[in-house]
């Protein structure tokens, strides 16, 4: 009974120790769209639209690099489990080298065919030429989003957590300064107004990579190595790198691909349709951050069990998330609910777009447990195995399979008002809910990478 009470407690030490700081720097990053919003919000409905289109290509990039990020989280959990701190490097190199090919691609597609990106969203031209060159300035910033993923996620896998945190913070009091500078040019500043906004984000980025690998070396975390040490790498585990990421990187790019088919959706419905949905992004963003700590920490606590061989303990770990994040979850949903009125009068907007935007609001409300539980298996606990095949099977079938067709349908066919578009999109998320517990009871997902397999079982992976 002591021993059981022990393990709890340890339990409950270890989450919230890795959680808290995580959910932290995500609200953090979350904020920094909020308080875009809030400030470009004053500039009317056609800048709100220009903003939230303007950073949809960026979005792609983004999720397709968090494939990157979970990847450096899967390998390194294990690896330090075991404190096998010379296979971190290997780790860490392997997925910077990764990470650059694909900042490269994406920034190039940015810089030179801006517009065109643009006009996939949305005929309006006014849109399409403002948003054009803010996708570019935020394509300047691609580089160092590229090394905070990278040292962030090896500095959460290995427990130094708080550094994130504390640049994440940085960047959001930095990011606020700018954007009153810039955006409406006080204190001598130029008025840039949608444009101030994408500059303050990537003058941020800049600043936040370069303080995070200061804390990185300063205090000789493991990320602190030299550039020999990052490309002296086997191909053996880059083949191995590559076996995990690959399905990652389809998974996220596919399923980012699947969010641009919803903005692209919603673009075609109307220039007020996507000025409400582009409000909710925000709030989205700080519900899902708030909880994305409870994910990490599955990831990496189950991770470090499966290192171990303790297959049990992380099965048990694996329930218990999941009914945290339910509790969580829908409690914050119904406070949503009561909050959104608040958050929605701080817009220079219609009525209308306010009424439409609160609808929104309450749609995502009733699906926020499912879309939390959802991250918390599909993000959390079946790739902490590194069976990252799975969660590729789950967003395909799920976004493509069930979630475009439906927004196509109810959009363009039906020509429902777009939260009722928005909350049958949003069905696809149940049907992923009950497949993925499904492949979590199987336990097929549970897999020891820090074992010296051949490289035949190593395949065996996809």
Known sequence: MNKQCSNEKSYYKTMLAI???VSVQSLFQASLSVIDQFMVGQLGQEAIATVGLGSRFSFIFLVTLSAVGTT????????????????????????????????????????????????????????????????????????????????????????????????????????????????????????????????????TRFLEAGLLIAFTYANKYPGAYKIKEICDISSVFIKKILVISTPLLINEFMWALGETMYSIVYGRMGTSEVASMTLT??????????????????????????????????????KKFIKMGIVGSTIFGILLVACSNLYISIFNISSDLKECTFK????????????????????????????TKYTLYLDIIGTW??????????????????????????????????????????????????????????????
Request: charged fraction near 10%.
């Open 281 to 318: 992004y925000p709030i989205q963003s700080l519900s899902i951050g708030l909880f994305a700590g409870m994910s990490s920490a599955a990831g990496i606590m189950i991770g470090n069990k499966l290192g171990l061989g303790e297959n049990e303990l992380a099965f048990k770990y694996s």
């Open 401 to 462: 399979g069930i979630g475009v067709p439906l927004g196509f349908v109810s959009a363009f066919v039906l020509k429902l008002p777009i939260h009722w578009v928005y909350l049958i999109i949003s069905g696809e998320e149940f049907v992923r809910f009950i497949i993925g517990l499904k492949i979590m009871h199987s336990r097929k997902w549970m897999d020891n990478l820090t074992e010296v397999k051949p490289v035949l079982v190593i395949e065996k992976v996809l």
């Open 360 to 387: 929104l609001l309450v749609m995502f409300s009733i699906v926020l447990w499912i879309k939390v539980s959802n991250m918390i298996i599909g993000g959390g606990i079946l790739r902490s195995g590194g069976k």
């Open 19 to 21: 959680a808290i700081p």
């Open 72 to 203: 450096t989280s899967i390998m390194v959990s294990q690896y330090w489990g075991k404190k096998d701190t010379k296979n971190i490097v290997n780790v860490f190199g392997g997925n910077l080298i990764f990470g650059m090919i694909i900042t490269v691609i994406f920034s190039l597609i940015s810089l030179m065919f801006s517009k065109q990106v643009l006009g996939i969203y949305t005929n309006d031209m006014s849109i399409v030429e403002l948003g054009s060159k803010y996708l570019v300035i935020n394509a300047i910033g691609y580089i160092p989003m590229l090394l905070i993923t990278i040292y962030a996620s090896v500095l959460r896998s290995t427990e130094h957590v708080k550094s994130p945190m504390y640049a994440g913070a940085f960047a959001v009091v930095l990011n606020t300064l700018l954007n009153y500078l810039l955006i409406f040019g006080n204190f001598g500043f130029p008025k840039m107004g949608v444009l101030g906004a994408a500059y303050a984000t990537t003058i």
